[in-house]
């Protein structure tokens, strides 16, 4: 499989369709994920790309895997925030999920395989390691057709991810381009 760059650099988005909503939503979210990027040290548009993929950015789930903010989350990773009481504000829990997968305090958000290995990871490395594209970041481009992960730990070769990728969002938002 090509590396991370590799695939950025010859992304094509062919399904425009997908992007437009949530690059909106993200956009028009930018203030809250500044905030949370202003504590974390992850880029905001890092965090709202993770948003959209893990809870559509509906600012009343967790970050870490869109359940609802009146409790802790119950699926992968379950029990989280460790700390406080429900119902957890996003930005809480969207600082917890950022330092549970170990992406708040690190540098290096100014390359792109840094990045998009980072977002692979905090989705999980199952595509990776059977060797494929993962359509967490390549849905809607040129670099996925099809196989998903239908639920933790379950594969299905046939399944077509209906959102937006995670690559294609961020070269959308304009991601480490200079202006």
Request: net charge negative; charged share 25%; hydrophobic share 35%.
């Amino acid at each position: 499989m090509e590396s991370l760059s590799q695939l950025w650099d010859s992304m094509e988005i062919t399904e425009s369709f997908r992007f437009r909503e949530p690059v909106d939503e993200i956009k028009a979210a930018r203030s809250r994920y500044e905030r949370v990027s202003g504590i974390t040290l992850v880029p905001w548009q890092v965090i709202g790309v993770i948003h959209s993929r893990e809870a559509d950015c509906d600012f009343h789930c967790h970050l870490h895997n869109g359940d609802p903010l009146t409790g802790r989350t119950i699926h992968v990773p379950k029990g989280r925030p460790l700390e406080g009481d429900a119902p957890f504000t996003w930005e809480d829990s969207a600082i917890d999920a950022l330092a549970y997968d170990t992406l708040s305090g690190l540098g290096g958000w100014d390359d792109i395989a840094t990045t998009l290995d980072r977002i692979e990871r905090f989705n999980g490395l199952g595509y990776r390691r059977m060797g494929l594209p993962s359509p967490y970041l390549w849905a809607g481009t040129n670099h996925y057709l099809s196989g998903k992960y239908t639920s933790d730990g379950i594969y299905n070769p046939r399944a077509i991810d209906q959102e937006a990728g995670a690559a294609g969002l961020l070269r959308l938002l304009g991601y480490l381009e200079v202006s």
